[in-house]
Structures are given as structure tokens and as C-alpha cells.
């Protein structure tokens, strides 16, 4: 599933609402695929939002609140997020756009990922936190509290 080479249409870009996922993995389904895009724009795409609505649907959760309620909370990852407006509060990095040997411009937008990204790429967090989520792999899925936070499988 996630060696799928290629990409969805863009979802839109806007705010998170839930059924972005269920919306995207239907139109893969359906074929409504990026044909005609070049090897340098797919992307695996596809198999992370299939994965993110299996969340979803085992869950009963979106896939961002699933991932707060199942990983981020119970690690204590504090600066990890998933939604744009969420990352707003704490010093954030502004996007530049250009073309190769000029001077990249500003962004027009903050965050120009379509509203289903989360699961294939719209994962923001700090250094520290990416270090306790490491560590927990490290130590078999427990946290440093002692909790077990991924099942020994």
C-alpha cells in the first residue's frame, strides 16, 4: 500500500474538517489519481492517508485527534501538533517559495498543505519531542513515565 508512486488531487487547502481523509482515500479508490504529474511531484501519499482513515475507522476518532489521544498525550509531547492553527502560538518557521539561484519569496500562506495531509505529512513538533518519541521506540514502546504506549507486537 504505501509503495503506491503517486499522488492525490489537492483536497483543498483550508481549514481541517472531518471526512478530508474519507473523502481522499474514496476519490484513490475511485482512480481520481494525479495522472500526468512527473515522477518529481507523486508522492506516497495515498498509502499514509489510507493508513490515517484505518485510524480513523478503528478508532471512531479523526486521525489527528487519535494520534493526540493514543500517542502525543500519554508521551507527554506537548510541542507536537497537527493542525496549522495549532502551531500558531509557538515560533514558527514561515515557508519560502522560488525558483532555483533567486531569492525565494515569503509564502503567500502559512501552511499550503491540502486538508488532508496529516498522516503523510502535516506533523509538526520540536526537537525535544521528536527525541522523547525516539527514545520510547528505543525503549520498546514505553514512555519514560513507564508507560506503555505501543504495544510489544
Not at 58 to 84: F, I, Q, R, S, Y
Not at 129 to 141: C, N
Request: aromatic fraction near 6%.
Amino acid at each position: 500500500m504505501l509503495a503506491i508512486r503517486d499522488a492525490l488531487l489537492p483536497g483543498g487547502i483550508g481549514p481541517i474538517a472531518p471526512g478530508y481523509l474519507a473523502t481522499d482515500v474514496t476519490r484513490a479508490r475511485n482512480g481520481s489519481m494525479s495522472s500526468g504529474w512527473s515522477p518529481r511531484d507523486a508522492d506516497w501519499s495515498v498509502g499514509y492517508n489510507v493508513l490515517g482513515r484505518i485510524v480513523e475507522v478503528v478508532t471512531g476518532k479523526t486521525w489527528d485527534e487519535a494520534l493526540k489521544d493514543l500517542l502525543l498525550t500519554p508521551l507527554g509531547l506537548t510541542h507536537t501538533m497537527t493542525l496549522p492553527e495549532e502551531a500558531l502560538p509557538f515560533r514558527a518557521a514561515m515557508g519560502h517559495l522560488g525558483e532555483p539561484g533567486q531569492d525565494p519569496a515569503p509564502a503567500p500562506q502559512w501552511d499550503m498543505m491540502p486538508c488532508s495531509a496529516g498522516p503523510y505529512g502535516r506533523v509538526i513538533a520540536t526537537a525535544g519531542d521528536l527525541a522523547r518519541l525516539a527514545r520510547m521506540h528505543l525503549a520498546g514502546g514505553v514512555a519514560e513515565d513507564g508507560t506503555r504506549v505501543l504495544s510489544r507486537r
